[in-house]
């Protein structure tokens, strides 16, 4: 992407997630100046979602009283394996049907304005190096885990993104090779563990074998109806079922963190997304796990700790990602 000549001017970022999309206005000063959320809605497939996002940049502009000339550029922060160079989302596990969507160019020729794309979590960990909890951080690894679990590498203080751009792909590491099937189309993946998804498919099916749970009375006794967020509440308030859906996704996370720091070495793991705001539910065991599998020198080497940006990681990291290229 190539620079406007007016740094003054504020970048329009997008994070698209399986979940939502979150769409912002960031000042040159890296504050967020409006932002407006929306349902990404992933089942009704990729022209559908593309349009929802044109609708977003349209009415932020609209709200701003600007224009696309008055960007210095927009950011596209998105789920999956990207292509930053090509500006392609190649395959998205949690955003269904999307093979090769040229998501930069079809922003770029319609808004006319410099457009640039990476994954949404290689973002967040951008974000959170410069502005949250990894300021002063030489190495670490973001991880969000919500629908699915994505990361996000700093090697040596800079964004490590590999060589097609598309480095930190942790949630499709291989925890188990005889687990259960993931929407990528591998077994045992980390995401199909101990992501958000997979807390709620757990907490169902124990539940739909006929283990007792306050998550019943919950959901008004329609196990469809259970969320991670709800396995959360029953957890808060002590039910055993949901203590120990939530142990065990965590303990797998916890084996994941253990490959990353003995292949790493960081600093720090920082946990953003939904599930982050369990806290010490999801990452007590975590950090056991970590103890109990890695090197203890590069175990003793590294914190983990929660995201300070939340939800506004993912904006921030794009727009200053635009600002570098």
Request: glycine share 12%; proline share 4%.
């Amino acid at each position: 992407m190539q620079k406007t000549k007016n740094n003054e001017l504020p970048v329009l970022a997008i994070d698209l997630g399986g979940t939502k999309i979150a769409a912002a206005l960031i000042s040159p000063d890296n504050r967020v100046m409006d932002k407006i959320y929306s349902p990404t809605l992933v089942s009704e497939g990729p022209q559908p979602v593309t349009s929802r996002i044109f609708s977003m940049i349209d009415r932020l502009l609209s709200q701003g009283n600007t224009d696309a000339a008055q960007l210095y550029g927009i950011a596209i922060a998105a789920a999956g394996a990207i292509d930053t160079d090509k500006g392609l989302v190649t395959s998205s596990p949690n955003l269904p049907g999307w093979l090769n969507i040229p998501l930069r160019d079809m922003i770029r020729k319609r808004y006319g304005a410099d457009t640039c794309l990476l994954n949404d979590a290689s973002a967040a960990a951008l974000g959170e190096h410069r502005l949250g909890a990894g300021r002063g951080m030489t190495n670490l690894i973001y991880l969000t885990v919500s629908t699915g679990i994505g990361g996000g590498i700093i090697v040596n203080g800079e964004l490590y993104s590999g060589t097609s751009g598309c480095a930190g792909e942790i949630g499709h590491m291989t925890i188990d090779a005889n687990g259960p099937e993931c929407n990528c189309g591998n077994f045992g993946c980390l995401e199909v563990l101990a992501s958000g998804t997979a807390v709620a498919n757990e907490a169902k099916r124990r539940i739909k074998e006929g283990e007792q749970s306050k998550l019943t009375d919950i959901v008004s006794g329609d196990p469809e109806g259970i969320t991670a967020e709800k396995v959360a509440m029953a957890a808060q308030g002590g039910d055993r079922l949901a203590t120990a859906v939530i142990s065990r996704a965590a303990t797998y996370l916890g084996v994941g963190m253990a490959n990353l720091v003995n292949i790493f070495n960081p600093e720090m793991i920082i946990v953003g997304g939904g599930l982050s705001k369990m806290g010490e539910l999801l990452l007590g065991p975590a950090r056991q796990a970590v103890k109990q599998r890695a090197f203890p020198l590069c175990a003793g080497a590294v914190r983990i700790v929660t995201s300070e940006l939340g939800d506004e990681a993912g904006v921030l990291g794009a727009a200053i990602y635009a600002r570098q290229l």
